[in-house]
Nanobody
Framework: QVQLVESGGGLVQPGNSLRLSCAISGSRLNYYVIGWFRQAPGKEREGVSCINLSDDKTYYADSVKGRFTVSRDNARNTIYLQMNNLKPEDTAVYSC?????????????????????WGQGTQVTVSS
């Protein structure tokens, strides 16, 4: 079982940056993929990025490639999502999730339905 706690959301102006944190705890963490997801009002939850803790490979949705970067800090058991050049359409509740790496095909790493454990979410609002 994995526990996840997000932090770092807030209100930023377009073009600015924000870094989200996902503190993870549990056993056998290297068996998991940690994903970042977002859900805007009236929309379905969508995958933004993820990192496979077994090999550190990262994956990104097309909408955020070149702007967002996912990384890990092993000493702090924390996964970060650095978000640069934010746009109003990035406004959403961002959540991190954990899925068992061996049960998810790589092509499905950004599908919310493949993840078993979730944090509570943090609001990101991009507005002038």
């Amino acid at each position: 079982q994995v526990q996840l706690v997000e932090s770092g959301g807030g209100l930023v102006q377009p073009g600015n940056s924000l870094r989200l944190s996902c503190a993870i705890s549990g056993s056998r963490l290297n068996y998991y993929v940690i994903g970042w997801f977002r859900q805007a009002p009236g929309k379905e939850r969508e995958g933004v990025s993820c990192i496979n803790l077994s090999d550190d490979k990262t994956y990104y949705a097309d909408s955020v490639k070149g702007r967002f970067t996912v990384s890990r800090d092993n000493a702090r058991n924390t996964i970060y999502l650095q978000m640069n050049n934010l746009k109003p359409e990035d406004t959403a509740v961002y959540s991190c999730g954990a899925g068992v790496e061996g049960l998810i095909a790589a092509m499905n790493f950004l599908k919310p339905s493949e993840y078993s454990y979730w944090g509570q979410g943090t609001q990101v609002t991009v507005s002038s």
